[in-house]
């Protein structure tokens, strides 16, 4: 994958230090790893879709195809975000209310995204930045958080 996005990176002709940032950007990070296999594995598919997007937006694709994979990490995140839910059910966390309306609050911008960038109101580049840094940031703090309680619950249980 990572060489595919240099690729079509280059194509575009971005400064050298553009290319650097995107690649790291589009590859996936420990930090990313929260401990927990199914909502791990889950967000490397999230992940994955996200570099979907910045790789067609690369290569040139059509906006239409853009506006498919956009659509596709919605339906993802939408599956995702109960999936996670159910975990924190079945665990009785009790941020549950919290991080649900984290999560509603993030279904709600990407819709108003697809709309806005369906109406040429803003950039590829703007979608791509503001799903990634919330990926990175959820994960690496809200979702990371859950894990961390799951774990040290086992622990105690195992103790
Ligand atoms: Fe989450």
């Given at each position: 994958m990572k060489q595919s996005i240099e690729i079509v990176a280059k194509k575009r002709n971005p400064t050298s230090r553009h290319l650097i940032l995107i690649i790291q950007m589009m590859t996936w990070d420990?930090?990313?790893?929260?401990?927990h296999d199914r909502i791990d594995a889950e967000h490397r598919i999230f992940f994955g879709l996200i570099v979907d997007f910045k790789e067609a937006q690369l290569a040139g694709a059509p906006k239409d195809k853009l506006l498919r994979i956009l659509n596709e990490i919605s339906k993802y995140a939408e599956f995702h975000f109960v999936s996670e839910e159910n975990i924190m059910i079945d665990f009785g966390y009790i941020e549950l209310e919290e991080h649900q309306k984290l999560h509603q609050q993030l279904l709600a911008e990407v819709l108003d995204k697809y709309y806005e960038f369906k109406h040429d109101m803003i950039h590829a580049d703007g979608i791509f930045d503001f799903i990634f840094l919330w990926f990175a940031l959820h994960t690496s703090r809200e979702d990371k958080k859950l894990a961390d309680c799951i774990k040290l619950d086992q622990a105690q249980i195992g103790n």
């Open positions: 420990q930090k990313f790893e929260v401990g």
